[in-house]
């Protein structure tokens, strides 16, 4: 597939770890690289309630957090290619636990004009086709994704990919999961039956990116009376113990988005929203709409960048709430190629940004060595 415009320019806290792979090995047709990086930040960030052990929020912390990352690839024919990654993070404080947590780790299949498939835990098509032109920040971001599909990585899946002309094109499985450890709007507990989703974008040839995307999870029907519905506190499908039973549960997530890019200049919106039926007779569907605004501009070695993201939620039986109302201003400044820091700032005004902790006003000084 052809990398955008905004994997090529703009996410550079994410992309400039792959970027400074060390290659260990390479003969016969075979190459084997190391990559990592190793972050330190000092955050004033609310109470941290709703953050796993390896963020930064915190009031007037300072942590660190190291992720290690190998990859390799073979040729098999001039036709024919298989590839693999393995990524893992782990806290640098001993009491966020000492085990490293598995990023990515999936395996793929290289038919080269015909496209890849990959297997295993990465990201969403739904991310890598729409959601990802609005993950600039080094920090924070993408809080108006909480609790829809696609904003984190997915476990079980299996996504094809290819580009036919100004066009690239996305179809992604997912099997049965019940690990819900870190599996986007599943909580813990919750057995999802499969999903499927499906993303194209059109390049128009003059720095515009026209973008969609849909995907759709189905639980099974609920064992011992359970039904599922999904939680306002916390955003996410729930497993409640009931007796009045219900049918197979579902929710619907699409999108759309554009991005454009002038010289230095990067801008994108995207739109998410999501649909979900939790089988009930009654009050059984809940919405999700989320809105989100990004802007990038690179003057030499600094980055300047901005966000708005906003979510609403409408669920039957209970009034509408701005769950996500999210304002965000960074500054990066890029030592070498390699090593970056910044300074963000994050305004929080609502109910679900109250619920998990989150301080009206939020700041970080990070800084970032990748190798």
């Excluded at 390479?26 to 709703?50: C, F, I, P, Q, W």
């Excluded at 690239?168 to 019940?178: E, I, K």
């Excluded at 939620?313 to 960074?330: I, M, R």
């Amino acid at each position: 597939m052809k990398k955008t415009i905004l994997a090529l320019a703009i996410t550079s806290a994410t992309l400039t770890t792959a970027a400074h792979a060390a290659t260990v090995y390479k003969a016969d047709g075979s190459k084997l690289d190391v990559y990592g990086r190793v972050e330190a930040d000092m955050t004033h960030a609310g109470n941290g309630t709703a953050g796993n052990a390896t963020d930064a929020n915190a009031q007037g912390n300072l942590t660190t957090k190291a992720r290690i990352g190998i990859k390799g690839e073979t040729k098999v024919t001039d036709n024919f290619g298989l590839f693999a990654k393995g990524e893992w993070q782990v806290a640098g404080q001993n009491s966020d636990g000492s085990k490293f947590t598995a990023r990515k780790a999936y395996f793929g299949l290289d038919f080269k004009k015909n496209g890849t498939v990959t297997i295993g835990q990465q990201n969403t098509v739904v991310y890598t086709s729409l959601v990802q032109t609005v993950d600039i920040f080094d920090q924070w971001g993408m809080e108006a994704q909480d609790g829809i599909y696609g904003e984190n990585r997915q476990a079980s899946q299996v996504v094809y990919a290819n580009s036919f002309g100004n066009f690239d094109v996305q179809a992604g499985y997912q099997f049965r999961n019940s690990d819900g450890k870190d599996i986007g709007s599943i909580n813990k507990g919750t057995v999802q039956d499969n999903a499927y989703s499906a993303a194209v974008v059109y390049h128009t040839d003059m720095g515009l990116n026209l973008r969609a995307a849909f995907a759709r999870q189905n639980f099974g029907p609920a064992s011992n009376g359970a039904t599922y519905a999904l939680d306002p506190s916390t955003g996410k499908i729930k497993a409640t113990p009931a007796a009045t039973g219900n049918s197979d549960g579902k929710i619907n997530t699409y999108g759309v988005g554009a991005d454009y890019t002038l010289n230095n200049l990067y801008l994108a919106f995207v739109y998410l929203g999501s649909k979900t039926d939790n089988g009930a007779a009654t009050n059984s569907d809940t919405k999700l709409n989320s809105y989100d605004l990004v802007g990038a501009y690179t003057i030499d070695q600094y980055r300047l960048y901005t966000g708005y993201g906003f979510q609403k939620q409408d669920q039957d039986g209970a009034n509408s709430l701005d769950t996500v109302k999210s304002y965000k201003l960074g500054v990066e400044y890029n030592f070498t190629s390699n090593a970056l820091a910044w300074v963000e700032y994050r305004h929080n005004d609502g109910t679900s940004d109250i619920a998990n902790g989150y301080a009206s006003n939020e700041v970080a000084l990070s800084g970032q060595y990748n190798f």
